[in-house]
């Protein structure tokens, strides 16, 4: 039910070549945090052969060291390369992507609705402009993620539930009124199943359907999620089979045992049956 979004350093060539073997929905070749400036390079030799490019981001370093400007080089040879999926870090200032607009405008190649942006927002100044971003349409934005860790240095605040919530649901909210799609957080739980679980499961429940993964485990763990209850599946496809019933007799309100249902009860419902449909618990 959670997309999985899986980062590879590409500064590291054995992890490249295992990418086709990783069952992820998405691979982000991670050119940014864990990548160091002098390694940039050759980096982007290591991912220049990389397939399934529409199954692939790239995290790209966008910004200059030295004052913080958008630096434009390596995303053109990105493009070059083939690429149109990228994940772009630390947005905080609209001109920045501004910036990105005037650059892209320039670089052959490139044609708006071909390529698709996802922003991350790591700071509050980012979250504080992300819906004027949205609306001015400078380039095509089609998801929004969150880095928690970075938003709470620059917050001084615990990376804990409570403290992130706000954020998390407001980032949210704005994927869901301009229909874009929301990842949830990256967790760094690489050794209990049942926090990564515990924190999958945060995350769907607020609505979250994507999320960032760093580690092959988490990936493992993330199979063995049960978004439902045994007792919401049962309920599910006792109800479910009495609205098809009644559905038949074509009744316009639908009543199953005292409990009026109309259609978003009913796609939840659907929902949850088709889950259990494919999970070995249900």
């Not at 149109?84 to 501004?98: A, G, Y």
């Not at 615990?158 to 869901?176: C, D, E, G, S, V």
Request: net charge negative; proline share 3%; charged share 25%.
């Amino acid at each position: 039910m959670l997309k999985s979004y899986f980062f590879i350093p590409a500064n590291n060539p054995r992890f490249i070549a295992k990418a086709k073997n990783i069952n992820a929905d998405y691979i982000v070749y991670d050119l940014e945090d864990s990548v160091g400036l002098h390694e940039l390079d050759q980096s982007l030799i290591n991912i220049k052969d990389v397939s399934s490019l529409d199954k692939c981001f790239v995290r790209p370093r966008l910004y200059s060291d030295a004052d913080n400007t958008i630096d434009g080089g390596h995303i053109k040879e990105l493009i070059m390369m083939g690429f149109k999926n990228f994940i772009l870090p630390k947005f905080s200032k609209l001109q920045v992507i501004r910036d990105l607009n005037t650059l892209l405008e320039n670089v052959t190649g490139y044609v708006f609705e071909d390529f698709t942006f996802f922003v991350l927002i790591e700071d509050p100044k980012g979250l504080l402009n992300f819906r004027e971003l949205l609306d001015e349409r400078l380039i095509n934005i089609t998801g929004v993620g969150f880095g928690s860790h970075d938003y709470c240095n620059v917050m001084q605040i615990k990376p804990t539930p409570k403290n992130l919530y706000y954020a998390r649901n407001q980032i949210l909210l704005m994927a869901r009124a301009y229909n874009i799609t929301a990842v949830d957080i990256i967790s760094m739980e690489t050794e209990r199943e049942d926090v990564f679980i515990e924190e999958a499961l945060d995350g769907f429940e607020m609505g979250y359907r994507d999320k960032f993964i760093l580690h092959p485990v988490q990936l493992e763990w993330l199979g063995h999620v049960n978004y439902y209850t045994d007792e919401e599946v049962n309920d599910a496809i006792n109800i479910h089979g009495k609205i098809l019933e009644a559905k038949k007799l074509g009744t316009s309100i639908i009543v199953v045992d005292g409990q009026a249902y109309e259609k978003p009860h009913i796609q939840r419902i659907q929902t949850i049956v088709e889950w259990s449909k494919h999970n070995s618990s249900g």
